[in-house]
């Protein structure tokens, strides 16, 4: 509307300047009737410069309103466009593996102690969850104290245990491991998984003869442990404890004695009996061992 009103200003302009600066002014005031007509004409040029603009402003709203449909119509496609392709790719997405569903639970509960069993026993200690690596390994640690004279750690793939979640005593889940990954680690006398970069471990002598065989049995189940102790092969006074399932310790004859004897008063508190024992010579360091 403001365009229109300045056109026709001009436009009233320059006709005022031709009719007022020639002879035409002279025969307009003789002629009255054609003076009122100009003087009507930039009323009337006003009239229908506006006529026309309103007809360009209401095209306008039309097509600023056809505008706003299609951007509606647009972002109504583009979002079932973000549709189609959420659900293209959650059909494309690859299933979580046995793993991988393993290792999503085992870490709710990282840092935490675990019942674990393997084969027909348990573990005699309750390890602690404390790396779920991105290969989908679990790593469980067994501090020193307790049942263990020494710390140690076993790897086992998330697809190779079984996991119950539900608590038995102040372990918030069952593990049972059915094959174990690479070596068992022995982590000397520490306390604590944050300490086993140190070296003040507990170094593990080399086997010599055995000098204590136990098996134990559980009445009416196939379920069976062992303990067995090693002398050390230099003669000194260390020995060797190794528990099945569970891990090795190491010591003196009086260390050893009191693991050994802890170990089989867990075992029996669990319902397992001996069934064989052997002793042999411990030479100069008798163990107190009572079977």
Known sequence: MNRVFAISAVAALLILAVLLHTSIKDWLWVHPWWHSAIVALPTIALAIFAYFDLQHADEANTLRGEANILRGRIADL???????????????????????????????????????????????????????????????FTPRGGLTTAAWCVRVRCDELEITEIPEGSCPLRIKVLKRYGQDVQLGEITKWEDRHQIAGLAIPKKGSNVQSTSYGKPGTGETRSLNVYASADGHNSFVLEASPGGTSTGDNVAISKQFMLLQVEYEAEGFGRRNSNSGSGGSYPLFIKT
């Open 78 to 140: 583009e979002e079932e466009r973000n549709h189609h392709l959420q659900q293209i790719a959650e059909n494309t997405r690859k299933p979580a593996t046995q793993a991988e569903r393993n290792a999503s639970i085992l870490l709710k509960y990282l840092r935490a102690r675990v019942k674990v069993s393997e084969g027909q026993g348990g573990w005699g200690d309750a390890p602690e969850i404390v790396q779920v690596s991105d290969d989908n390994i679990v790593t469980l």
